[in-house]
């Protein structure tokens, strides 16, 4: 299997990115194989959009239970919020994986 190259995010999520505020996005088992290394080019969800790209630095396995604070700050949300988002995203799943990157561009 080859490494994604491309990764998206919804769109409200862009601004937090490009100013560096969200350091890690967390996925669902489908969308943990990034390599670590690897650069991404990173688009809108909704439009397609392109807007930056991204040096995946690590890919960790999380359970939903161990969310923490920590966990909220890199994704510059409330922990209510984090657990909100995610169970919106992802219901009923609790294996994820924390994504944290490095912005190269945009």
Not at 49 to 61: E, G, N, W, Y
């Amino acid at each position: 299997m080859n490494a994604p190259i491309e990764m998206t995010f919804f769109s409200r999520f862009e601004a937090d990115i490009l100013a560096g505020k969200k350091k890690i996005t967390i996925r669902d088992k489908s969308e943990s194989y990034y390599i670590p290394g690897s650069i991404v080019t990173v688009s809108t969800l909704e439009e397609g959009r392109v807007f930056c790209q991204l040096k995946i630095i690590s890919i960790d396995p999380l359970a939903f239970s161990a969310l923490t604070e920590f966990h909220a700050e890199q994704e510059n949300m409330t922990l209510p919020q984090l657990k909100s988002v995610i169970r919106d995203i992802y219901p009923n799943i609790e294996e994820l994986y924390v994504i944290h990157y490095q912005l190269l561009s945009n």
